[in-house]
């Protein structure tokens, strides 16, 4: 990544910061590098001592730690006010595809239940329609009947793996099939399609759109809040 664009995300990161962040908040932190500018953005915040934080990801968890954040216990998921997350792709009507990271389960239980949503994206992933593959979460006893659901359905799906061929296992102890799809015309439905797998336990699209914020950061240093 550029030095000019990773001043964009500094940027950003304090404008989302100080713009959403209010004291004695719940706050869910996505997983990724560019979620990650946020949590450090936010060991500077006075308020810091009165957050609670849900962590989507060891990951992150890490970073929060580093910045001195408290954590919520996860049972106060009705009670969170705003997430911080990044994303893989966002196309032009604001779907977005997720799980680069392998923490879409947690994502998108945090996302599906926040009162407020930042997003928070490089140029790069703005596009006009989806052009990568989608992280499909799969409990391991379904690869193979999983798979082949989702080839019924249009898809070609792999299972993600690591150096050496290893299975990329998640935090909950499932595998991904990071699938492709010649075309996602329609990401809701095809979203409450390949849940309704059996064995799939999360879906890399994330369609909502209510009180979503997204924030795009340029090659050129700067960055933009750009709304549905
Ligand atoms: O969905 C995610 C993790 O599951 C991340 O938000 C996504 O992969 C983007 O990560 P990065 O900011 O590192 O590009």
Redesign the pocket.
Known sequence: MSSLLQDAIQKLAKDAVGRFVRPNQVVGL???????YIVREMAGLKAKNTLLCVP??LQIKVEAEKSGLRFADEGRIPDIDIVF????QIDGRFN?????????LR?KILISSAKTVVI???EA?FVKSFSRSV?IEVHPMARTSAAKKLEEVGGRPAMRTLDKGYPFVTENGNIILDTVFSSIPDPEKAELELKGIAGVMEV?LFTRKSDVYYYRAKSDGTFEMVNP
């Open positions: 996505g997983s990724g590098s560019t979620a990650a989507t990801s997350d990044g994303a893989d977005m595809i997720k799980g680069g990271g392998g923490a879409l994502e928070v994206a490089d992933k992280p890399g």
